[in-house]
């Protein structure tokens, strides 16, 4: 899932101050899991924002919505006339239900109420950690099923390196693991340590963020 | 900032609610710029509550729950604290101090401690340079 967190308010007023009539939308699937984007955090936003420019002698209308995916046109379209009503439209959604907004409702002013963090799952109530990056070249295969790339600090590909220590990694020992402790662990758990004598070539990048932007099409889904 | 102008107390039905019933078995009646809302357990408290309790004008509120060991929930006590301090954070961000929510753990049987708790938060009002951090949990 598309871990993502609130926006400090004062970010927030900072851009829907000033408008008349605030749409604050949210969604019901990534960020409602993570507790940042969801019915409940739009009705927390939405009512802090009242708060806060009831304070400052302004009484704008707010209005709370939430769509199923902010990421798809189907769900968002739904959000057509609510949209044209509003001056602004706050999008407690990540950074791919805000550009859905914006690119389905090129008219409208829209704002995000979130910062997204990474992709990751929750490993118990209230945390989140980041599992994936997306390389488009998964190797999970090769490491026991833990991500090196994401995990490791380094993202090393032949590790572990000199900074690790009783298992944990030197960047923040307290709070994260040596990835190829992990990995050791695991395969040495599996029967597979001798995954561990083959040499990884450096990794083809291209295929993640570094070869650009990215666009995936099934041509047998393209009618 | 002088005393409460408009308070509201989310209490737990387990705890300060059955307190409150006794209390009124015996002809007392809350004063009436204190109004009070019936929690069925402090695990169903949401900050969310607190923070429209504020939009609807209150000025101040006072969560009141179990005594540790004594949820009926295990740990909708210490959940309820936890939502507490969260509106505060949230209240913070908005400009309202966060004192202006208190917690409480309270018991059944604690009948004569319900209005003097009551009538102790409703009438605190710290001293301006304590304002932001003093509170009555």
Same mark, same amino acid.
């Given at each position: 899932?598309?871990?993502?967190?609130?926006?400090?308010?004062?970010?927030?007023?900072?851009?829907? !101050? #000033?408008?008349?009539?605030?749409?604050?939308? /949210? @969604?019901?699937? &990534? *960020?409602?899991?993570?507790?940042? +984007?969801?019915?409940?955090?739009?009705?927390?936003?939405?009512?802090?924002?009242?708060?806060?420019?009831?304070?400052?002698?302004?009484?704008?209308?707010?209005?709370?919505?939430?769509?199923?995916?902010?990421?798809?046109?189907?769900?968002?379209?739904?959000?057509?006339?609510?949209?044209?009503?509003?001056?602004?439209?706050?999008?407690?959604?990540?950074?791919?239900?805000?550009?859905?907004?914006?690119?389905?409702?090129?008219?409208?002013?829209?704002?995000?109420?979130?910062?997204?963090?990474?992709?990751?799952?929750?490993?118990? !109530? #209230?945390?989140?950690?980041?599992?994936?990056? /997306? @390389?488009?070249? &998964? *190797?999970?295969?090769?490491?026991? +099923?833990?991500?090196?790339?994401?995990?490791?600090?380094?993202?090393?590909?032949?590790?572990?390196?000199?900074?690790?220590?009783?298992?944990?990694?030197?960047?923040?020992?307290?709070?994260?693991?040596?990835?190829?402790?992990?990995?050791?662990?695991?395969?040495?758990?599996?029967?597979?340590?001798?995954?561990?004598?083959?040499?990884?070539?450096?990794?083809?990048?291209?295929?993640?963020?570094?070869?650009?932007?990215?666009?995936?099409?099934?041509?047998?889904?393209?009618? | 900032?002088?005393?409460?102008?408009?308070?509201?107390?989310?209490?737990?039905?387990?705890?300060?609610?059955?307190?409150?019933?006794?209390?009124?078995?015996?002809?007392?009646?809350?004063?009436?710029?204190?109004?009070?809302?019936?929690?069925?357990?402090?695990?169903?408290?949401?900050?969310?509550?607190?923070?429209?309790?504020?939009?609807?004008?209150?000025?101040?509120?006072?969560?009141?729950?179990?005594?540790?060991?004594?949820?009926?929930?295990?740990?909708?006590?210490?959940?309820?604290?936890?939502?507490?301090?969260?509106?505060?954070?949230?209240?913070?961000?908005?400009?309202?101090?966060?004192?202006?929510?208190?917690?409480?753990?309270?018991?059944?049987?604690?009948?004569?401690?319900?209005?003097?708790?009551?009538?102790?938060?409703?009438?605190?009002?710290?001293?301006?340079?304590?304002?932001?951090?003093?509170?009555?949990?």
């Amino acid at each position: 899932m598309i871990v993502a967190e609130r926006k400090p308010l004062a970010e927030i007023l900072s851009n829907v !101050r #000033g408008a008349g009539k605030v749409l604050v939308v /949210g @969604c019901n699937t &990534c *960020v409602a899991v993570c507790m940042a +984007g969801g019915e409940k955090e739009v009705a927390i936003t939405a009512t802090q924002l009242r708060l806060a420019l009831r304070k400052e002698g302004l009484e704008p209308q707010i209005t709370e919505r939430s769509v199923e995916r902010q990421c798809e046109r189907e769900f968002v379209a739904e959000l057509g006339e609510a949209i044209a009503a509003h001056d602004v439209v706050l999008s407690m959604a990540c950074g791919v239900g805000v550009q859905t907004l914006v690119e389905e409702f090129p008219d409208a002013i829209v704002y995000p109420g979130l910062n997204t963090t990474f992709m990751g799952r929750p490993e118990e !109530r #209230g945390v989140w950690s980041e599992r994936c990056i /997306g @390389c488009g070249n &998964c *190797v999970l295969d090769k490491f026991g +099923g833990i991500c090196p790339i994401t995990r490791c600090a380094k993202g090393l590909l032949n590790g572990p390196c000199g900074g690790s220590a009783n298992g944990r990694c030197e960047v923040d020992p307290e709070n994260t693991p040596c990835a190829w402790q992990l990995i050791y662990d695991r395969l040495a758990r599996i029967g597979q340590l001798d995954r561990l004598m083959d040499l990884e070539p450096p990794k083809d990048w291209s295929t993640s963020r570094h070869g650009g932007p990215r666009k995936m099409v099934r041509k047998d889904m393209v009618l | 900032m002088g005393a409460s102008d408009r308070m509201v107390v989310m209490g737990c039905a387990h705890s300060a609610g059955i307190a409150r019933d006794e209390w009124a078995a015996e002809g007392c009646v809350l004063p009436d710029d204190i109004e009070w809302v019936s929690l069925p357990c402090g695990a169903g408290l949401d900050e969310l509550h607190i923070l429209r309790a504020f939009e609807s004008g209150a000025d101040r509120v006072m969560v009141l729950v179990c005594n540790d060991g004594a949820c009926q929930s295990v740990t909708g006590n210490r959940w309820a604290e936890k939502r507490v301090e969260e509106a505060r954070r949230l209240l913070e961000e908005v400009g309202i101090e966060g004192w202006r929510v208190a917690f409480k753990t309270i018991s059944p049987t604690m009948v004569t401690d319900l209005l003097p708790s009551i009538e102790a938060f409703r009438s605190f009002a710290p001293a301006q340079d304590e304002a932001s951090q003093e509170g009555t949990s």
